[in-house]
């Protein structure tokens, strides 16, 4: 038989695969016969350090401003299933404090959500991933948005 592995982007660790014999029909099984295949994964922990943020440089009060994070590991592999260790908000200009949609995960490396500014100004975002439970600066910034 064949064991054939689907590629991910979910970072995970290696898993095994155990097949073993069930039943045996018109027999006798000698002894316990099991083989074990490792599906090694290719992805590493995601990196605050390695992932970024692409933010509009210019928005408009009343229109959404959509900003794409993209989340990879110290191999800038892509890495998908990170939406819950991502977050974002606005730490200075008019719109401080403003609510995100739901981050969502694009499964394919990338993650998307949006604010709407209520004001003119410019706005600084500030990006966190948390790297093992401490929510850690991403890189690229700072990251800015003019709004008019
Ligand atoms: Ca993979
Ligand atoms: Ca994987």
Known sequence: ???SAVDDLLSEGSE???VDIDA???GTEDGIQTATVTIADDEGSPT???SSASVPATGAVDVATTIVITVRDASNNLIAGQAA???V???AG???GATFAAITDNANGTYT???TPAAAGVDSFAFTLSEGGTPTAIGGGPYSSTVS
């Open 48 to 50: 605050a350090a390695s």
């Open 94 to 96: 008019p719109n401080t």
């Open 113 to 115: 959500t949006s604010y």
């Open 85 to 87: 260790n991502l977050a």
């Open 89 to 91: 908000s606005i730490t």
């Open 1 to 3: 038989m064949t064991v």
């Open 24 to 26: 045996v029909t018109n």
């Open 16 to 18: 095994d695969v155990v």
